[in-house]
């Protein structure tokens, strides 16, 4: 099994920065997608970023504002936000895409971590 844990969430005011950062530990044989969810209330949850490898892949919501970057050492996934708006209110949800064995693979969830922005 492999758990995620989630931290860095906060409130801001607009035009603020934030740094969330998701680990993942467990019976790991190795991650190909780390990235991050978000679901703002009364919305379906959507896509904000993904890292594979070198390769990135943003909403285009977030593009030139949110940076997602990986420590593949400690199996860390960061998302740098800044400018943030109102609209980036949301729960934020750590994804990965690990493989358990050489065969195995599967798709695991953070808890979600509290992102407001209001002034």
């Known amino acids: 099994q492999v758990q995620l844990v989630e931290s860095g969430g906060g409130s801001v005011q607009p035009g603020g920065s934030l740094r969330p950062s998701c680990g993942a530990s467990?019976?790991?044989?190795?991650?190909?997608?780390m990235g991050w969810y978000r679901r703002a209330p009364g919305k379906q949850r959507e896509l904000v970023a993904t890292?594979?490898?070198?390769?990135?892949n943003y909403a285009d919501s977030v593009k030139g504002r949110f940076t997602i970057s990986r420590d593949y050492a400690k199996n860390t996934v960061y998302l740098q936000m800044n400018s943030l708006k109102p609209e980036d209110t949301a729960v934020y949800y750590c994804?990965?895409?690990?493989?358990?064995?050489?065969?195995?693979?599967?798709?695991?969830w953070g808890q979600g971590t509290q992102v407001t922005v209001s002034s």
């Open positions: 994804y990965v895409r690990a493989f358990v064995s050489r065969e195995a693979v599967g798709d695991y």
């Open positions: 467990g019976n790991i044989f190795s991650i190909s997608t």
């Open positions: 890292i594979s490898g070198s390769s990135t």
